[in-house]
C-alpha cells in the first residue's frame, strides 16, 4: 500500500493506544516516527524518549533520536545518542556515519574519519553516499578523507 502521508491521523491513533496502554513502547516509537516526518523535533524526541523509557535497547529509537539531534545542529548530544546505539549493536553502519557526521560538522577530521572508515568497512556501498553527503564538507578537502573516499570497494 503506498504511503498516504497522513500523520497527524496517525499521531492521534497512537495517542489514543497510549491512552489505553501508556507503557506501549510500539505506539511512542511510531508517534515519535510520525512527528519526524512533520518536522515536529522536539516532540519526537519526547516520544523515542518514552519510547526508550519502556525498551531501553530500542537501538532504532535512539538511531533515530540521534538523526533528529544531528539535524538540529546538537552533535555532541546525537553523539551520544549514537553510541548508545552501538552499546546495544556493535555494528550499526547507520550509527557509525551518523557520528562521522557529527564530527565533520565539528570539523573533528580524525574521529570522523575513523567511524566513516568504520561505518564503510560494515556497508561499503555508504562510500558512495558520502561523495556527495553535504555533512562532509566541512573535511571534504582533506587528504585522508579523499583517500577514504578513493579506496577500492
Known amino acids: 500500500p503506498p504511503n498516504l502521508q497522513k500523520y497527524d491521523e496517525a ?33 519526537a524526541i ?4 518514552k519510547a526508550i523509557e ?6 532504532a529509537a535512539w538511531l533515530y533520536r540521534g538523526a533528529i539531534l544531528q539535524e538540529l545542529g546538537r552533535y555532541d548530544d ?3 545518542s549514537y553510541d548508545l546505539v552501538l552499546k546495544i549493536e556493535l555494528e550499526n553502519s547507520f550509527a557509525l ?14 574521529l570522523a574519519i ?14 558512495e553516499g558520502a561523495k556527495s553527503d553535504v555533512d ?8 585522508l578523507f579523499q583517500a577514504l573516499l578513493a579506496a577500492p570497494p
Open 78 to 80: 546525537a553523539i551520544v
Open 114 to 127: 575513523d567511524c566513516l572508515q568504520q561505518a564503510i568497512a560494515l556497508e561499503p556501498e555508504l562510500r
Open 11 to 43: 499521531i492521534a491513533s497512537y495517542d489514543k493506544a497510549i491512552e489505553f496502554k501508556p507503557d506501549d513502547h510500539a505506539a511512542w516509537y511510531n508517534r515519535g516516527n510520525s512527528l519526524d516526518n512533520l518536522q515536529k523535533y522536539d516532540e
Open 136 to 143: 562532509f564538507d566541512p573535511i571534504r578537502g582533506n587528504d
Open 46 to 49: 519526547a516520544s523515542y524518549d
Open 54 to 59: 519502556f525498551k531501553p535497547d530500542d537501538h
Open 97 to 110: 556515519y551518523g557520528k562521522a557526521n557529527c564530527y565533520s560538522l565539528q570539523n573533528n577530521v580524525a
